[in-house]
T-cell receptor, first 115, second 115 residues
Framework: AQKVTQAQTEISVVEKEDVTLDCVYE???????LFWYKQPPSGELVFLIR??????QNEISGRYSWNFQKSTSSFNFTITASQVVDSAVYFC????????????FGGGTRLMVKP | DAGVIQSPRHEVTEMGQEVTLRCKPI?????LFWYRQTMMRGLELLIY????????DSGMPEDRFSAKMPNASFSTLKIQPSEPRDSAVYFC?????????????FGPGTRLTVL
């Protein structure tokens, strides 16, 4: 069975601080995909990044970076120099290659960036 | 592309009434997913279809829920009879099974309130 755990339910930071959102996953499969989605106050789910289980390269996109470590089953997300517009709920998700690409979501982390 | 289209965006109904939620996936996508989001349970998969065929409906809470996909461009999720505990945001998502990227694209959601 798949499971995604986001232990931080809520994080509050002041603008320009760096913040890391943790994600730990469980799966029995060797082929899988990991995702991060953002849900702003407007409610839609916005795709941020996908990683497959064979690619442990870290990735940077502007102020966003992701650290994938298979050894600890973690896929953490860092926002550098946070901004008020980053305030949202962030979801980590796992997709098992053999389960038809269905997503198992973590509980989400609510990030509040204060000016 | 218009993205995944869901209707209605908001639905308020009374307990016992039938509710039908609609989804139009992105053209060319061959997988469709229905998710439900609540405060208590987070984001959970209800059912998904591949090539219009239901593959896994183990997430459907009970027999009051049913989903159909009569063709590649349309799906419905029906609740009959509705109950207050069905109040949630229902998301539809689609993706292309054949693509090397299995990112799911989400619709804007339908916020259902059952009084």
């Amino acid at each position: 069975a798949q499971k995604v755990t986001q232990a931080q339910t809520e994080i509050s930071v002041v603008e320009k601080e760096d913040v890391t959102l943790d994600c730990v996953y469980e799966t029995r499969d060797t082929t899988y995909y990991l995702f991060w989605y953002k849900q702003p106050p407007s409610g839609e789910l916005v795709f941020l990044i996908r990683r497959n289980s064979f690619d442990e390269q870290n990735e940077i996109s502007g102020r966003y970076s992701w650290n994938f470590q298979k050894s600890t089953s973690s896929f953490n997300f860092t926002i550098t120099a946070s901004q008020v517009v980053d305030s949202a709920v962030y979801f980590c998700a796992l997709s098992d290659f053999n389960a038809g690409n269905m997503l198992t979501f973590g509980g989400g982390t609510r990030l509040m960036v204060k000016p | 592309d218009a993205g995944v289209i869901q209707s209605p965006r908001h639905e308020v109904t009374e307990m016992g009434q039938e509710v039908t939620l609609r989804c139009k996936p992105i053209s060319g996508h061959n997988s469709l997913f229905w998710y439900r989001q609540t405060m208590m349970r987070g984001l959970e998969l209800l059912i998904y279809f591949n090539n219009n065929v239901p593959i896994d409906d183990s997430g459907m809470p009970e027999d009051r829920f049913s989903a159909k996909m009569p063709n590649a461009s349309f799906s419905t999720l029906k609740i009959q009879p509705s109950e207050p505990r069905d109040s949630a945001v229902y998301f539809c998502a689609s993706n292309d099974l054949g693509s090397s990227y299995n990112e799911q694209f989400f619709g804007p959601g339908t916020r259902l309130t059952v009084l």
